[in-house]
C-alpha cells in the first residue's frame, strides 16, 4: 500500500459518485429555476436571462465539480493518526493540465459566441420603432416624443412596439437604466448613446441611473417611471400630453417649444437664450430692428415671418437658415396663438 493513501471501498467509491451526480443535477435545476432577476419585461430581458441561466448552470457544474474533487481529496488522503512523515511530492501531470485548460477555453469560446448572438439579436432595429429622447441631468430624467412634440417627466410606452431611446446629458455622464428590460445605457460624451427595447408587459416600472453621478445619484431612481400600457392608453395618453393649456400665453409658449422656436430665437417669457436668429423680446418697441420693417402691419409682419422666413431678413442674420416648412407644419389655429403670443411680448 502507498503511503498516506488509505483503502477505499467500492462501496465508497459508488456513494461518492452517486452524490456528485446529485449534486450536479440539483446544482442545475437550482441554476435553471430558481429566478433571481425582476420581471421580464422586454423581448431583450427573456434574451438576456437565458444567457443568464446557462451561464450560471455551467458555473455551478464547475463549482460542485472542484468543490467535491476538494472535498473528496480532504477525506481520502487525509493524514492518518501517527504519521508524522512528509508527504509523496508530486511533480503534475501533462494530461490533465491540458484537460482542465481546454475545458474552460472551450465554455469561454461558447459562452462569448452565445453572448455575441443576443447582444446582434437585441439591436436589430425594426422598421418603424417609436423614437424617444432621454435627457438626464442633475438629478432627473425627461422623455421627448420628438414625433409629437410631447415631453414628460415619466415614461410612457406602448405594449409591443420597439422603442429607440436617443440619451444624452445635460451636464455629467448619467446611465439610463431599466432593471426589468435588463437595459442600461450611458449618455458618453461624443457618442450617439442608442438603445433598442421592445417592451413585452403591461406594469409599471422604476427608471433608474447607473452612473454615479452626484450627491443626488441615488434619487434618480425616484424621480420617474416607467408605465408600459396598451396602445390605446398610450394614445390617450399622448394626446392629453400633446393637448394645449387653456390659457392662451401658455398655450404660446408650450407652442414656442414644440415647433423648435426656442433653439434659435431669444425670448425671455420661454427662457429662450439662442442667438442663431433675431432676439423676439418686444416685436412692437419702435428702437427695435423689427419695427423698420414691420411698420403699422406687426401681426402680418410676424405670421409671414414664420411661414415665409425669406419675406422679411432682420440686417445682421442671414437668409435661408430658418426652416422654410412652417407652413405646413404648424396649424392655422397653432398659428394664430403662437403669433399672438408673439406680439404681446413686451
Ligand atoms: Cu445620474 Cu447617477
Redesign the pocket.
Known sequence: MQRGVHPVKERTVFAIAVLTVALLAAGFWVAQNVNLMPAEASTRAALVDQLFRAMLGMAAVVFLLVEGVLLYSVLRFRRPKGDEADAVPVHGNRALEIVWTLIPALIVVVIGFYSFRVLAASETRDADPLVVNVH?R??SWSFEYPASGVTATDLHLPLGRQVRFMITYAD????FWVPEFRVKRDATPGQLAELLVTPTRLGTYPVR??????V???T?GLTSQVYVETEADFEAWLEAQAALPSDPIDAGRVLFGRYGCSSCHALADANAVSVVGPALDALADPASEHATMHGTDLRGYVEQSIVDPSAFVVAGFADGLMPKDFATRIPAGELAILVDYLIAQK
Open positions: 438626464s442633475q438629478f455629467v455622464i448619467h446611465s441611473c447607473a452612473e454615479l453621478c452626484g443626488g445619484h441615488a434618480m
